[in-house]
């Protein structure tokens, strides 16, 4: 008979309680920490969503002040858009006052705000910085800020824009961007891009069928040379080709065009500029123009023109002044003739070959002004510290007015935006005949009605270098050289390069758009 010891059971009983606590409690700490875990997940997720919401909210105040912005100033002259920012009280803009305004879903229930601060652009300048903060009704504590500049874009910010075909022969190197209403024939090298608001064009400068709006004649690599017939290579149906031994940039095709009738109105504007005192200086239409010699001392010596070597085969240069005294002090005035210029301009007296200089008067540079003259204008000189735009211009009756430049330089003295020249020809901007050999004009220059360029005076006429450190507008085709396909004559060089400050600082009352867009974009 066998027999159980129940004194032995009773010593085991119990004995996997502490096992069952013990694993009850590393599954409990477990879910804890999985429960811990998903909840702080959600959470963050939570906040993700609504931190992405107040970057959305942001953004729409940036989009807002832009729709605002269009609102008032479109249709606006440069003034009225200057004016605008200076007394129309835009919003935003005072200090310590940001615009708050609420955002909504497109079912009308409401998301949250934004807070908009603006710093309006300087007098002379297009950019506008907007900050937006956003968040949300949920979680107001979690902001998103975004700053954007603004910018009107500028005619200045081109280094060729035209209304006309341009070609730019084999030795022209450009900086800046480059566009034509037309086509463009480019056998140079652009480093930036280069655009036409056409796809295709007929050059006229052969025959053939179309080719691309902006095109080359350049043999591709690794042939050398121009071909001057029609490029199969360049022309539809091929896709256009990268060419970057030429087109460095880039070319664009179909972009906007440019309205070159609707300077007039900027023209007139100028003009009213320049007679309200502190503005600038108006002078009238006195005999056939007036020579304008810019000096760093920050004033201008300004003559009246009597004659100039006009006409066909003219050379455009100044003949003789109004207004002469006689070297002995004597009084009286002289029928001269220029033996030199500059400012001590010195003539002849055809009379008696007295000795006679040429009366001017001497003004100050009207800094972010405007010098508008009723007539035509030989330009030269140097700025210092200063921001001017010079205008001729005749905005009644059926003439005309021509600026002429290449007497002598046209200089900057400082290349950081504190030196900002407009040159402004109603007809044309002229490098006369007897210029400089080796040229350098420093600005924007913009022929409204004609074209920024030399005329042909002969196939002996050969110059060295012609430097443009700014940019060029002309209605029609431009050009500094020629050529009959066998010898070329003019500027042998020609070297545009593109000031990189006329993209934020254009010149006083230059043409700009009137509509401001993201130039750049960034997370504070």
Same mark, same amino acid.
């Given at each position: 008979?066998?027999?159980?010891?129940?004194?032995?059971?009773?010593?085991?009983?119990?004995?996997?309680?502490?096992?069952?606590?013990?694993?009850?409690?590393?599954?409990?700490?477990?879910?804890?920490?999985?429960?811990?875990?998903?909840?702080?997940?959600?959470?963050?997720?939570?906040?993700?969503?609504?931190?992405?919401?107040?970057?959305?909210?942001?953004?729409?105040?940036?989009?807002?002040?832009?729709?605002?912005?269009?609102?008032?100033?479109?249709?606006?002259?440069?003034?009225?858009?200057?004016?605008?920012?200076?007394?129309?009280?835009?919003?935003?803009?005072?200090?310590?006052?940001?615009?708050?305004?609420?955002?909504?879903?497109?079912?009308?229930?409401?998301?949250?705000?934004?807070?908009?601060?603006?710093?309006?652009?300087?007098?002379?300048?297009?950019?506008?910085?907007?900050?937006?903060?956003?968040?949300?009704?949920?979680?107001?504590?979690?902001?998103?800020?975004?700053?954007?500049?603004?910018?009107?874009?500028?005619?200045?910010?081109?280094?060729?824009?035209?209304?006309?075909?341009?070609?730019?022969?084999?030795?022209?190197?450009?900086?800046?961007?480059?566009?034509?209403?037309?086509?463009?024939?480019?056998?140079?090298?652009?480093?930036?891009?280069?655009?036409?608001?056409?796809?295709?064009?007929?050059?006229?400068?052969?025959?053939?069928?179309?080719?691309?709006?902006?095109?080359?004649?350049?043999?591709?690599?690794?042939?050398?040379?121009?071909?001057?017939?029609?490029?199969?290579?360049?022309?539809?149906?091929?896709?256009?080709?990268?060419?970057?031994?030429?087109?460095?940039? +880039?070319?664009?095709?179909?972009?906007?065009?440019?309205?070159?009738?609707?300077?007039?109105?900027?023209?007139?504007?100028?003009?009213?500029?320049?007679?309200?005192?502190?503005?600038?200086?108006?002078?009238?239409?006195? +005999?056939?123009?007036?020579?304008?010699?810019?000096?760093?001392?920050?004033?201008?010596?300004?003559?009246?023109?009597? &004659?100039?070597?006009?006409?066909? +085969?003219?050379?455009?240069?100044?003949?003789?002044?109004?207004?002469?005294?006689?070297?002995?002090?004597?009084?009286?005035?002289?029928?001269?003739?220029?033996?030199?210029?500059?400012?001590?301009?010195?003539?002849?007296?055809?009379?008696?070959?007295?000795?006679?200089?040429?009366?001017?008067?001497?003004?100050?540079?009207?800094?972010?002004?405007?010098?508008?003259?009723?007539?035509?204008?030989?330009?030269?000189?140097?700025?210092?510290?200063?921001?001017?735009?010079?205008?001729?211009?005749?905005?009644?009756? &059926?003439?005309?007015?021509?600026?002429?430049?290449?007497?002598?330089?046209?200089?900057?003295?400082?290349?950081?935006?504190?030196?900002?020249?407009?040159?402004?020809?109603?007809?044309?901007?002229?490098?006369?005949?007897? &210029?400089?050999?080796?040229?350098?004009?420093?600005?924007?220059?913009?022929?409204?009605?004609?074209?920024?360029?030399?005329?042909?005076?002969?196939?002996?006429?050969?110059?060295?270098?012609?430097?443009?450190?700014?940019?060029?507008?002309?209605?029609?085709?431009?050009?500094?050289?020629?050529?009959? +396909?066998?010898?070329?004559?003019?500027?042998?060089?020609?070297?545009?390069?593109?000031?990189?400050?006329?993209?934020?600082?254009?010149?006083?009352?230059?043409?700009?758009?009137?509509?401001?867009?993201?130039?750049?974009?960034?997370?504070?």
């Amino acid at each position: 008979m066998l027999v159980f010891n129940n004194k032995n059971k009773k010593q085991y009983k119990g004995s996997i309680l502490p096992f069952v606590l013990i694993i009850m409690s590393v599954v409990l700490i477990i879910l804890v920490s999985m429960f811990g875990y998903i909840s702080a997940q959600m959470k963050y997720s939570y906040a993700q969503v609504e931190r992405e919401r107040a970057f959305q909210v942001a953004e729409a105040g940036v989009y807002y002040y832009r729709w605002y912005l269009v609102h008032k100033i479109a249709g606006k002259t440069v003034q009225q858009i200057k004016t605008f920012w200076q007394t129309g009280n835009p919003i935003g803009v005072e200090e310590g006052n940001p615009y708050t305004d609420d955002y909504y879903d497109p079912e009308g229930g409401k998301i949250g705000s934004y807070e908009i601060s603006v710093i309006p652009p300087d007098p002379n300048s297009t950019i506008v910085i907007v900050t937006s903060t956003g968040w949300t009704d949920k979680e107001p504590n979690l902001r998103r800020t975004v700053r954007v500049r603004f910018r009107r874009p500028s005619w200045s910010e081109n280094s060729v824009l035209a209304n006309d075909f341009m070609r730019f022969g084999d030795g022209t190197e450009v900086f800046g961007k480059i566009h034509s209403n037309e086509g463009v024939r480019f056998d140079g090298l652009a480093h930036n891009i280069v655009s036409s608001s056409l796809s295709t064009f007929d050059d006229p400068d052969h025959s053939g069928g179309v080719e691309f709006s902006v095109h080359t004649h350049v043999n591709p690599p690794p042939l050398t040379g121009v071909n001057d017939n029609f490029r199969a290579l360049e022309a539809p149906p091929n896709t256009p080709a990268r060419r970057e031994d030429v087109f460095l940039g +880039g070319r664009k095709f179909l972009a906007p065009t440019v309205d070159f009738n609707g300077v007039v109105s900027d023209l007139g504007n100028m003009k009213t500029e320049s007679q309200i005192a502190g503005s600038g200086k108006y002078f009238d239409g006195t +005999g056939v123009g007036r020579q304008v010699i810019l000096k760093t001392d920050g004033t201008f010596d300004i003559y009246t023109v009597n &004659s100039f070597d006009s006409g066909s +085969g003219g050379s455009n240069s100044i003949v003789s002044y109004i207004g002469t005294k006689r070297a002995d002090g004597s009084g009286g005035s002289c029928a001269t003739t220029v033996t030199t210029t500059g400012p001590n301009t010195q003539c002849k007296d055809i009379t008696n070959g007295q000795k006679c200089y040429c009366r001017h008067d001497n003004y100050s540079i009207p800094d972010g002004g405007v010098i508008f003259v009723e007539d035509n204008v030989w330009l030269e000189g140097a700025i210092n510290d200063k921001r001017v735009t010079i205008v001729a211009a005749k905005l009644s009756g &059926s003439d005309t007015a021509t600026m002429f430049l290449g007497n002598n330089n046209l200089l900057y003295t400082n290349f950081d935006g504190h030196d900002i020249l407009g040159v402004i020809g109603q007809q044309d901007i002229e490098i006369i005949e007897n &210029s400089q050999n080796y040229l350098t004009l420093d600005g924007a220059f913009l022929a409204q009605t004609g074209r920024v360029g030399r005329a042909n005076y002969g196939s002996s006429d050969h110059k060295n270098t012609i430097t443009v450190n700014g940019s060029l507008a002309t209605n029609l085709r431009y050009g500094f050289a020629w050529t009959n +396909g066998v010898s070329d004559w003019g500027y042998a060089t020609r070297i545009l390069n593109f000031d990189n400050n006329l993209l934020y600082f254009p010149p006083p009352y230059f043409p700009t758009g009137t509509e401001y867009a993201i130039d750049l974009w960034e997370e504070l």
